[in-house]
């Protein structure tokens, strides 16, 4: 008997394998449930001529789909498919820069420079560390860029939050395996443990909606804050929004009461309109160590003022690339000369391992001003420091070689 279906569905059909939906409009790629199923077409990929010869189609340093260290990606915001324990999520927003603007590119610039470390090949490791963050079990994925709005920054700040509160919500991956070590139940306010996120920036301003994702879930933290800049200037203007800035963010959420009272800066070396400056910072909650006490205290007392500061509370870390001379890391907004080299911002990060992070992000990464991808290639290389920090426990020893540890200067 003929029904109106035994009528239509052929029909439709039809059109769809020809690339058309229902209405006839031409489909940019064929539907998933028609892409070619290799078993039933009784392809042997063995007997071609690529996979005979040469084996897999593995992506070089140079080729490939871009993620964050090739990666698994997924869009985790509306994909929820894959679990992990540390995310690597893109914040595209630039709009609240006071000089130069172009951080919206720093995702993709980021996850460019990163392409030659092969954390998915297992070619993570260095003599730095002693260890590659693909050794501990833990799911590592880039979830994508949070699609958020150039137009409004209102809404973005609220995408951002939403965005952040979303990959905080999701379950670990590793929480149901023996060797999985919890690194975030006992601070937080539920109980549960939760996943930790690497966020690339855009401008600084996206630390925000991101202290206020974490306040839910956390309550206050303290922040170690690596900058060229303070960051914590009171807001101006004479809209609320125009008062929410890459300078003025701290304060804000200071005043929010999102952070404790026991944050630190690292790297300061900015123009201030004088010592009112610092006095304001204090009640931030900050302490201030400046560029110059490397020289005059070395890296190994830096690395234990943070640490002496932060203690054992839960902790975020913001990195504005500015904090690195402009020499070495010239693709910012605001470039300050006279700065840290990226080696001395890789040791003080090796030496803050085992602190209680709940998070990270690095910032201000602007490509329209890169010479030779430089900035970039920095960025990922920090973002490669900053996973193995979430993950050892405590700062890896000095790598000895030909020396002895009386060798070591102290
Ligand atoms: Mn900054």
Redesign the pocket.
Known sequence: MLTVWSVLVPILSSLVVQGHNHRGIQEPFPPENLIFDVNTQNIDLSKEPWTSKYGSQTDLGYSGPLSFSHFNYRKCLEDASVPFDIGIIGFPFDTTTSYRPGARFGPYAIRSGSRRQHLDTGRGYTLAWGSSPSDFGTSLLDCGDAPLTAYDNAKAIDQMEAAYSTLLSRPVFGGTSESYKEKTRTFALDGKEHPRIVTLGGD?TIVLPILRALNKVYGPVSVIHF?A?L?TWAPSGTTVQEGIT??SFFAVAAAEGLMTNTSIHAGIRCKMTGIGDIEHDDTVGFQVISTDDIDDYGIRKVIEKIRQRIGDKPVYLSL?I?VVDPGLAPATGTPEVGGWTTREVKRILRGLSGLNFIGADI??VAPAYDSADITGIAAADIVHDFLSMMLVDEPPKPHIGPFSERDLLH
Do not use: L, S
Request: charged share 50%.
């Open positions: 600084h900058d800049h960051d890459h300078g504005d500015d910032v201000e």
